[in-house]
T-cell receptor, first 117, second 111 residues
């Protein structure tokens, strides 16, 4: 299957700072990427859909000014958590959509563990 | 909202078949059944998908009932490394659908 990477895999930051997480599709082009958040013992929650060259679409209840998404190329999307607070500590996972033969295949990254002190 | 219901948890003895059920009574004719799993602290992994015929690959088999209102994922010989949360998802196969996760089934494979 196709490979999606995330960087960093773990990050610890102080409250009030901003953190950038990168999501890359390594061997295919992804016009659409998705960002999820997962709290302990809970399922993945979709935060936003990132479209190459256009603004991201955020799910209800997700603050677009706090979670900045940039999808500047067909292989890279970034999520920036601005002014992070301890409640933003979570496991952030991206996925990239590859259109193969006209149908939907999504591949997930390994996740980034964010801890805000 | 997730369109599927699954048991919260299941146990399976190592080496035995694990049968994970999923109900999707409101599935529409052009929606597929997808299965993913998530091993602790990792990203989700695609397992298998199907429309109405039974499907098999190197990881698992997918059995879909004739009315398509339910399905069963079968891991034929479960190993300890199959311990994970398994998600059954109904999804259009077109380019416009996104993967929405329900709570899934936590499968524990027991030695």
């Amino acid at each position: 299957g196709a490979v999606v990477s995330q960087h960093p895999s773990r990050v610890i930051c102080k409250s009030g700072t901003s953190v950038k997480i990168e999501c890359r599709s390594l061997d295919f082009q992804a016009t659409t990427m998705f960002w999820y958040r997962q709290f302990p013992k809970q399922s993945l929650m979709l935060m936003a859909t990132s479209n190459e060259g256009s603004k991201a679409t955020y799910e209800q209840g997700v603050e677009k000014d706090k979670f900045l998404i940039n999808h500047a190329s067909l292989t890279l999307s970034t999520l920036t958590v601005t002014s992070a607070h301890p409640e933003d500590s979570s496991f952030y996972i991206c996925s990239a959509r590859r259109l193969a033969l006209g149908y939907n295949e999504q591949f997930f990254g390994p996740g980034t563990r964010l801890t805000v002190l | 909202d997730a369109k599927t219901t699954q048991p919260t948890s299941m146990d399976c003895a190592e080496g035995r078949a694990a049968n994970l059920p999923c109900n999707h009574s409101t599935i529409s004719g052009n929606e597929y059944v997808y299965w993913y799993r998530q091993i602790h602290s990792q990203g989700p992994q695609y397992i298998i998908h199907g429309l109405k015929n039974n499907e098999t690959n190197e990881m698992a088999s997918l059995i879909i009932t004739e009315d398509r209102k339910s399905s069963t994922l079968i891991l034929p010989h479960a190993t300890l490394r199959d311990t994970a949360v398994y998600y059954c998802i109904v999804l259009l196969k077109t380019s416009y659908d996104k993967v929405i996760f329900g709570p899934g089934t936590s499968l524990s494979v027991i030695p």
